[in-house]
């Protein structure tokens, strides 16, 4: 079964994420929002270990390539430089703290969700979306 979610963020029209569908196999449809939380950082782990370890082992950029990223002013190789390791469970205990402390909103076809160990038939939602909320930061003179 596939989950769809987006993620969205407050005062942008458009989403940061368009409509993704995420593929939840192992997980059974009425399940805590705990778990669901879970199932998707897992997922997300498991995908950006699978992009850290894919790519090319050499990657040469033809002279096209080299033209247009010098006339942008950036000439790279797209090459990852971020090789962290993931701690699943701290991973899970991050995005279920910053669910609690508000840092982010969920919505299941326009209801908001705010109970963690409210069971959720996920597969008869067509869409979940991630409401980022960013805070005001700033100083006054």
Not at 14 to 29: E, F, V, W
Not at 94 to 114: K, P, S, V
């Amino acid at each position: 079964m596939e989950l769809h979610y987006s993620i969205l963020q407050l005062g942008k029209k458009r989403p940061i994420l368009a409509p993704t569908a995420l593929p939840l196999p192992d997980l059974a449809s009425p399940c805590p929002l705990t778990t669901l939380l879970a199932a998707i950082v897992a997922q997300q782990v498991q995908a950006y270990e699978a992009r850290q370890t894919s790519g090319p082992l050499l990657h040469a950029l033809t002279s096209t390539q080299l033209d247009r990223a010098a006339q942008q002013g950036k000439v790279d190789f797209g090459d990852r430089l971020n090789d962290q390791v993931v701690d699943l469970a701290q991973a899970q205990n991050n995005a279920l703290q910053a669910f609690e402390d508000g840092l982010y909103a969920i919505f299941a076809d326009g209801q908001q969700l705010t109970e963690l160990e409210a069971a959720i038939d996920w597969a008869a939602v067509g869409c979940f979306n991630f409401l980022r909320l960013t805070f005001l930061s700033g100083r006054r003179y």
